[in-house]
Every structure is written in C-alpha cells, then in structure tokens.
C-alpha cells in the first residue's frame, strides 16, 4: 500500500488533543488534518495527584485525545484517562483514544498463577472513563483487540515501511522474525517486498533476557530485515544476530514499529557492527540518550490523520487495518 495522504479537512466539529506523552506526534498529526492542537493544562498538586484541563468547549464534538503510553506509562496513562472523562462529562459527541503504542498489549495472557491480563484491564478502564472508539498501531498480539468494548481501529505502520525499503537495493535480502508469533505480520512486508521470509524460535526468559533455539529459512550469507513489533530492551535482536552470525550473515537492518529502546538497548545495539540501520517509527518519543546510532525514525502522522479524517466524514478504514485481508474484486 501506498503512502497514506489526507484529502480533505474534517468537520469543523473535530478538536485534537494532546496528552504530555508527546506533542510532536500530535502536531504532526493535527497538521495532516490542517487542524490546530488545542490548549490542555496538566500537572500534579503537592500530593502528587493529577490535574487536567481542556482549554476549549468539546459539546457536540468529536474529540481526539493522543496519548501514546510510554514511560512513565502509569502517569500517562492516569492522565489519559482523566482527559478521557472530562471530554465524555463535557458532552462530547464522540472520545476517541488515540493511542499510538499501547504497551499493556505484551500483557495478553495468563501464563502465571495470580498476575492480571492487564491489556484487557486497561481496555476496560478506557471504555469506562469514556471512550467511545479506540485507535492504536501495531498491538503484540492480534488477541488484544478484542480486549476493547469500543469500536477499535488496529493500524499497520507497513505502507511507510514498504515505502522506505523500495527506494534499497533489496538484492539477496530476506526478512526475518525473531519469533513465531511476529511470522504473520514480517510475512505480509517480505510479500509486499518480493522477498523470502525465515523466522526464530524464541523463548522468553525474562523482561531483558531470550533464547532462540534456530532459524527456520534461508539465510545463509544473505542481508537480512530482522523485524519484530518493538524493541525495548534489545535482548530479541541481539539473539538473533548472534544465530545470524553462524549463517555468514553480516549485513542486518533492524526494523520495529515502536522504539523504545530501553535499559542498555543502546549501548548493546551500538556494539553490534553487522548493524547498517535501525528503522523505527515515531509512535513514541525518543530523548537524546535513547536514540541508538544508525537510526531512522519514519513518520506515522499523516496514517493517524487519515484514519482520523475517514472516521469523522463516515469513510472506511479497513484498508489502514493490521490485520485486513484484500478482497479480490471481479
């Protein structure tokens, strides 16, 4: 799929909020809608509660919130939820959570005694502060979107991403999924890239800490794509490469929809030589000091206002899905 362009304006009923998580996204998006962001007051009293406020009338409008959830991710997601309430209190036609990385979606399971499935716990606590519709990017696991009540747009970063590595020689290129799990969504970008597809075989040890069994496909002496949903700390990829290495392989361009890039991810993924580049999107901020070298940020602003605008003027969005399958037409 193409690049994503806006064609027209929303309704003058449409008003673009933006939490503290981070406003340059926000921007970006009103922007591709010739929409201005509008004033928000947020902060913390002496006892540390939170406090917010919207700084025009929402009755009768259709409101978007954006607010990514990142570190500190309980503080933006309180404050999120907060603007979500005042909106609904206020008469808001419609709440929309834009949320572009929803980082509660690697908790989508049971895989202990006595833990919450918190991605579905957090989908409640959205719906019950007033959200009537939900758009995010890129969830861990397809699973997680049917944790939310609401009518919810799950969007794919791929058509920048296809967008980006077409302009490469893609000569003896195959992408690669460090797991299972990820095959499906690394599958639709080798096809959208005529490339080949080979996948690991993770297992997760802790939050910093993985084994990956093998590699299942070609991919000896070849350049490899080595794509997953996000990188947090790193301990995915480097694994992977390590395995790579046995294959000849020496040329890796690492790709992800969110980079967050955590604890010693920088310092771990500057050490590995046979990385040529780091491709991520900006559903999140990255300050200085979590900005790895050899990285490329690619923009995602004008998917979210396009889906934005076709939600507010009544258009379809399934082709902007994550998981929408093309249906042949005769």
């Known amino acids: 799929m193409a690049s994503v362009h806006t064609n027209h304006k929303p309704p003058k009923n449409t008003l673009i909020f933006s939490g503290t998580a981070h406003p340059t996204l926000t921007e970006e998006i009103a922007r591709a809608l010739g929409l201005e962001v509008m004033p928000t007051v947020v902060r913390k009293f002496s006892n540390d509660n939170l406090y917010a406020h919207l700084g025009v009338s929402v009755r009768s409008k259709e409101v978007f919130i954006v607010q990514p959830l990142t570190p500190p991710c309980s503080d933006n997601l309180m404050e999120l939820l907060f603007m979500l309430d005042i909106a609904r209190s206020a008469g808001a036609a419609g709440v929309h959570a834009v949320i572009p990385y929803y980082s509660y979606a690697r908790s989508d399971k049971k895989d202990a005694p006595r ?9 409640d606590l959205l719906t019950t502060a007033g959200a009537t519709h939900v758009i995010t990017m890129t969830l861990h696991s397809p699973q997680v979107h049917g944790f939310f009540a609401v009518p919810t747009d799950h ?3 791929q ?12 000569d003896n290129t195959v992408v690669v999924s460090p797991d299972i ?3 499906k969504r690394a599958s639709k970008l080798a096809r959208a890239l005529g490339l080949p597809i080979a996948a690991g075989e993770k297992f997760r ?22 794509m997953d949903d996000e990188i947090a700390t790193g301990g995915s990829m480097v694994e ?12 890796v361009t690492l790709l992800c929809t969110h980079g967050l890039f955590t604890g ?9 030589d046979e990385i040529e580049e780091i491709v991520t999107t900006n559903t999140v901020p990255l300050p200085p000091e979590r900005r790895p070298e050899r990285l490329t940020v ?9 889906v934005i605008r076709r939600n507010v003027v009544g258009e379809s969005v399934g082709a902007l899905f994550e998981y929408w399958k093309k249906v042949a037409r005769a």
């Open 181 to 183: 799990g990820n095959a």
């Open 155 to 157: 969007l794919t970063a």
């Open 159 to 170: 058509s920048v991403f296809v967008e980006h590595f077409k302009k490469q020689d893609l």
């Open 264 to 272: 010693n991810a920088v310092e771990r993924l500057n050490a590995i």
């Open 240 to 251: 992977t490469i390590r395995l790579l290495r046995k294959e000849n392989v020496r040329r």
């Open 205 to 226: 040890k802790s939050d910093e800490e993985v084994e990956i069994g093998g590699i299942m496909g070609d991919v000896y002496g070849k350049r490899v794509i080595l």
């Open 298 to 306: 690619l923009s995602v602003g004008e998917i979210f206002g396009e």
């Open 115 to 123: 833990i919450s499935i918190a991605g579905r716990l957090i989908a």
